[in-house]
């Protein structure tokens, strides 16, 4: 690895779910998780559910439920999240994946997030992200262009997220789910 190689932590699984209210009901009730947003369908899935045990995580799993698994190549339903710093690190990953032939990138924004969604060379999906300052209610997703400068994208990013349900800072979000997430009654 070189040494200009950004840092990718892990952040967060994606799972393709048969029945998700059983699923939300064990992963809340047995294993302790709260759920930070459920969402409507979405192009090639089903319901969503978002739930973590972190406040500084607003998910660490994402449920999908689909009745028959994703084909590989749809790498938002199935996929490993690596969070990295800033948005210079997700372009030079960008680049590195155009270097090593990668075809398939897909530049997203979901508002709480810049990501990159692609898939290794046999077809496992990834998503390598930073976080944005803001928190709007999940699933959401727009186009992103990593040409703009950084100030540029988190202008764009407010702008088309204000108004929007749940729109707030990431740290308003996250002081309301410390809060929530240590209340005996959830």
């Avoid at 319901?47 to 190549?73: G, K, L, W």
């Avoid at 270097?99 to 997030?113: E, F, K, L, R, Y």
């Avoid at 998503?127 to 950084?150: I, K, R």
Wanted: charged letters at 20%.
């Amino acid at each position: 690895m070189s040494e200009n190689s950004p840092t990718l932590r892990l952040s967060h699984a994606t799972l393709a779910v048969r029945d998700i209210d059983r699923m939300v009901a064990f992963y809340t009730e047995v294993l302790g998780f709260h759920v930070t947003n459920r969402g409507e369908p979405m192009p090639g899935g089903g319901s969503m559910a978002f739930i973590s045990q972190d406040p500084n995580e607003h998910h660490q799993i994402v449920m999908v439920e689909m009745a028959e698994p994703a084909p590989q190549e749809f790498m938002m339903l199935d996929h490993l999240a690596f969070r990295t710093g800033t948005l210079d690190d997700l372009r030079i990953i960008g680049e590195r994946l155009v270097a090593g032939g990668v075809t398939d990138v897909t530049p997203i924004s979901h508002g709480n997030a810049w990501s990159l969604y692609f898939t290794d060379p046999e077809g496992n999906g990834l998503e390598c992200f930073v976080d944005s300052p803001f928190h709007v209610a999940q699933p959401y997703a727009d186009g992103l262009d990593l040409s703009t400068s950084d100030d540029e994208i988190e202008a764009t990013t407010r702008e088309k997220l204000t108004g929007l349900p749940e729109f707030k800072s990431f740290a308003e979000w996250r002081d309301a789910a410390a809060a929530r997430f240590s209340s005996p009654s959830n």
